[in-house]
């Protein structure tokens, strides 16, 4: 299918058409959940062939973020892959820079801060499109384990497998949490407070995860000391693979449990139970050469790939010191 198609965004789920897809990021369902949670502001792109045909779609989520000191707030958006497409759609990246240029236009009027592109399907979709559109790539790792022909355990080293043996002997345990228990409560503050020195991350509302907590497509697990949260991490299943969102821990607190460990060891055992193929961390740290985020991770028996992450910033000339130190 190579005729021209035309892109609408939509901002009210009562404004939503009915459309399904097997791919959480750009689904109704987290469409939904981001319009009732603070802080939060989904858009749908839709594409639409001169039949009034609904041939691709793509959601893009903006997060409102306040600060103590200047510019004292402002906003971000993230786009999660590129979206999802009618199996006759030949034309995906000319679709595709349809759905980034209609975004990048809306946004650029709200004074969103930066557009922020990950987790494509391959290093280059898209690259002169992106480019085209003001956008500059920074390399970066992607992490997944393979479930699939070993289990996760085989592939574990004998010194992780052994803290993991401590941890479980002195109390540490792990539970999938419900949207209305004190587990939740205790896992979002934990991730709130994690998160609140972080670069680059995002504190979001505890409104977000209880609505999460519900879908059956999201699993928030927790991993307790004496009916303490000590570590946490919310993963999406779908598609036939696990993605691993958000981590957290009390890792100096309690570092003779290995909270991070544990609770990572238990999303990945869960994954593969339910036959799940891959675990994908969608956030491996900085794109740094040195990274304990990146080799913690790595020491699970994960395989790291080379992707780009792609960036628009709002003031030009920062746009372009960034394009120039990256990648000159």
């Given at each position: 299918?190579?005729e021209?198609?035309?892109?609408s965004?939509?901002?009210k789920?009562?404004?939503?058409?009915?459309i399904?897809c097997?791919d959480?990021?750009?689904s109704?369902?987290?469409?939904k959940?981001l319009e009732?949670?603070?802080k939060q502001?989904?858009y749908?792109a839709l594409?639409?062939?001169?039949q009034?045909r609904?041939v691709?779609?793509?959601?893009?989520v903006?997060s409102?973020h306040?600060?103590?000191?200047?510019?004292f707030a402002?906003?971000?958006?993230?786009?999660y892959?590129?979206?999802?497409?009618?199996?006759?759609?030949?034309?995906?990246?000319?679709?595709?820079?349809?759905?980034v240029k209609a975004?990048?236009d809306?946004?650029?009027?709200?004074?969103?801060l930066?557009?922020?592109i990950?987790?494509?399907s391959?290093?280059m979709?898209g690259y002169?499109?992106?480019?085209?559109n003001?956008y500059?790539p920074?390399?970066?790792q992607?992490?997944h384990?393979?479930?699939?022909?070993?289990?996760p355990y085989?592939?574990?080293?004998?010194?992780l497998r052994?803290?993991?043996?401590?941890?479980?002997q002195?109390?540490?345990?792990?539970?999938i949490?419900?949207s209305?228990s004190?587990e939740?409560?205790?896992?979002?503050?934990?991730m709130r407070h994690y998160?609140?020195?972080?670069?680059?991350?995002?504190?979001r509302?505890s409104k977000l995860?209880?609505?999460?907590?519900?879908?059956?497509?999201?699993?928030?697990f927790?991993?307790k000391?004496?009916?303490?949260?000590?570590?946490?991490?919310v993963c999406?299943f779908f598609?036939?693979?696990?993605y691993?969102?958000?981590?957290?821990?009390?890792?100096k607190?309690?570092?003779m449990l290995y909270?991070?460990?544990?609770?990572v060891?238990?999303a990945?055992?869960y994954?593969?139970?339910q036959g799940?193929?891959h675990m994908?961390?969608?956030?491996?740290?900085?794109?740094?050469k040195r990274?304990?985020?990146?080799?913690f991770?790595l020491n699970?028996?994960?395989k790291?790939?080379a992707?780009y992450?792609?960036f628009r910033?709002?003031?030009p000339w920062?746009g372009?010191f960034?394009d120039?130190?990256?990648?000159?």
């Open positions: 299918m190579k021209e198609v035309s892109v965004l939509i901002t789920a009562s404004d939503l058409p009915d399904i097997d959480f990021f750009h109704v369902e987290l469409f959940i009732v949670t603070p502001k989904p749908m594409a639409i062939d001169g009034g609904i691709a779609h793509l959601l893009a903006v409102y306040h600060l103590l000191l200047p510019p402002y906003s971000h958006c993230h786009i892959g590129e979206g999802v497409y009618a199996p006759e759609v030949e034309n995906k990246e000319e679709i595709f820079s349809l759905f975004i990048t809306e946004l650029t009027h709200k004074l969103c930066f557009i922020e990950s987790d494509l391959s290093k979709f002169a499109k992106l480019r085209e003001g500059f920074i390399q970066w992607k992490i384990n393979s479930l699939h022909s070993k289990s085989e592939r574990l080293p004998q010194k052994d803290k993991l043996s401590i941890a479980e002195r109390g540490a345990k792990a539970e949490v419900n209305d004190k939740l409560q205790q896992a979002v503050k934990l998160f609140r020195l972080k670069p680059r991350r995002t504190v509302n995860f209880e609505h999460l907590a519900t879908s059956k497509q999201c699993k928030i927790a991993t000391y004496k009916n303490r949260v000590i570590g946490t991490c999406f598609g036939g693979n696990a691993m969102w958000q981590l957290a821990s009390l890792r607190s309690f570092m909270p991070a460990s544990y609770t060891w238990s990945l055992k994954a593969h139970e799940f193929a994908y961390f969608l956030d491996a740290g900085l794109p740094f990274n304990p985020m990146r080799e991770i699970f028996g994960g790291q790939v992707e992450r792609w910033i709002q003031i920062i372009k960034m120039w130190f990256y990648n000159e």
